[in-house]
């Protein structure tokens, strides 16, 4: 089994552009695509970008995902921060028979 | 539009017993692999099970191996987690997940509260 790392939090300025880390500690992170998803106090998860860099149809192009061999880790890039993104973001990758969460991190726009 | 509508929860004590379940719709369930994922209060998401579109495949996390058991009904469009010998640790919120492929949860209910208690 893997393990996927976020920092715990972070914080930005309305307008400001955030970039959230997720490092795999085994395997390339290349080798599964990684998903992220947000949620939103007392909300259940919403999918913001699949498959590495995919947008599914309704969320802001503000949104982008990426993958980095050389760090083995993915990122999500929010741009053009708005209030409404205050959320906590969580990564999500796969191996074999099993499926992983990062521990999340909480983003506050401020 | 798809729905998935999450029942079954509630206060059950240590050792004890509790079945979930999920009713889909909006789509055509039986073409689906589907999941289950949890959360504990104030924690992170931790994927519970997924099960493929006709049942023969099952996974599992490691710590509910033996104890919970994911299953499906696509003539009721409806998947179920049958969970026994339930701690402590298992008190979360519980979601049943629409699943891309086979590890892509893509659309999510709104939850049931399973709180293990004596």
């Known amino acids: 089994n893997f393990m996927l790392t976020q920092p715990h939090s972070v914080s930005e300025s309305p307008g400001k552009t955030v970039t959230i880390s997720c490092t795999r500690s085994?395997?390339?992170?290349?080798?599964?695509?990684v998903q992220w998803y947000q949620q939103r106090p007392g909300s259940s998860p919403t999918i913001v970008i699949y498959?590495?860099?995919?947008?599914p149809s309704g969320v802001p192009d503000r949104f982008s995902g990426s993958i980095d061999s050389s760090s083995n880790s993915a990122s999500l890039t929010i741009s053009g921060l708005k209030t409404e993104d205050e959320a906590d973001y969580y990564c999500?990758?796969?191996?074999?028979?099993?499926?992983?969460f990062g521990g999340g991190t909480k983003l506050t726009v401020l | 539009e798809v729905q998935l509508v999450e029942s079954g929860g509630g206060l059950v004590q240590p050792g004890g017993s509790l079945r979930l379940s999920c009713a889909a719709s909006g789509f055509t369930f039986s073409s689906y692999w589907m999941s289950w994922v949890r959360q504990a209060p104030g924690k992170g998401l931790e994927w519970v099970a997924n099960i493929n579109q006709d049942g023969s495949e099952k996974y599992y996390v490691d710590p509910v191996k033996g104890r919970f058991t994911i299953s499906r009904d696509d003539a009721k469009n409806s998947l179920y987690l049958q969970m026994n010998s339930l701690r402590a640790e298992d008190t979360a919120v519980y979601y049943c997940?629409?699943?891309?492929?086979?590890?892509?949860?893509?659309?999510w209910g709104q939850g049931t509260l399973v709180t293990v208690s004596s």
């Open positions: 999500q990758s796969y191996h074999s028979s099993n499926q992983v």
């Open positions: 997940a629409r699943v891309e492929g086979r590890w892509l949860p893509y659309y």
């Open positions: 085994s395997g390339s992170i290349a080798s599964n695509y």
């Open positions: 498959e590495d860099n995919q947008r």
